[in-house]
Nanobody
Framework: QVRLVESGGGVVQPGGSLTLSCAASGIDFSVFEMTWYRQPPGKRRELAASITKAATRNYADSVRGRFTISIDVAKNTVYLQMNSLKPEDTAVYYC?????????????WGQGTQVTVSS
């Protein structure tokens, strides 16, 4: 059974840093693509960062150079290191796992963790 549990959110001042964690059970990272999405207040959910099963990383333009996505296979955990945070990074951050089986999309979501960047 797949389960994704995010943690590490909180309130931080502009320019600060946070590291989000996604504890992933029932996930084989060799077949799943892992993504951090975020949903700012009053806006649609958007991709922040992703890492493919081949370890290719992709970032939204708004976070490239400030955020880093990584996986610790031994700990079954996906991380999002966020530096130089801005007020516009305020959002609920969600962990997502995706794989394709014979053309069928298999997707899982965590419950989300709130990040607030404010002075």
């Amino acid at each position: 059974q797949v389960r994704l549990v995010e943690s590490g959110g909180g309130v931080v001042q502009p320019g600060g840093s946070l590291t989000l964690s996604c504890a992933a059970s029932g996930i084989d990272f060799s077949v799943f693509e892992m993504t951090w999405y975020r949903q700012p207040p009053g806006k649609r959910r958007e991709l922040a960062a992703s890492i493919t099963k081949a370890a290719t990383r992709n970032y939204a333009d708004s976070v490239r150079g400030r955020f880093t996505i990584s996986i610790d296979v031994a700990k079954n955990t996906v991380y999002l290191q966020m530096n130089s945070l801005k007020p516009e990074d305020t959002a609920v951050y969600y962990c997502n796992a995706l794989k394709w089986d014979w053309g069928r999309r298999n997707e899982y979501w965590g419950q989300g963790t709130q990040v607030t960047v404010s002075s």
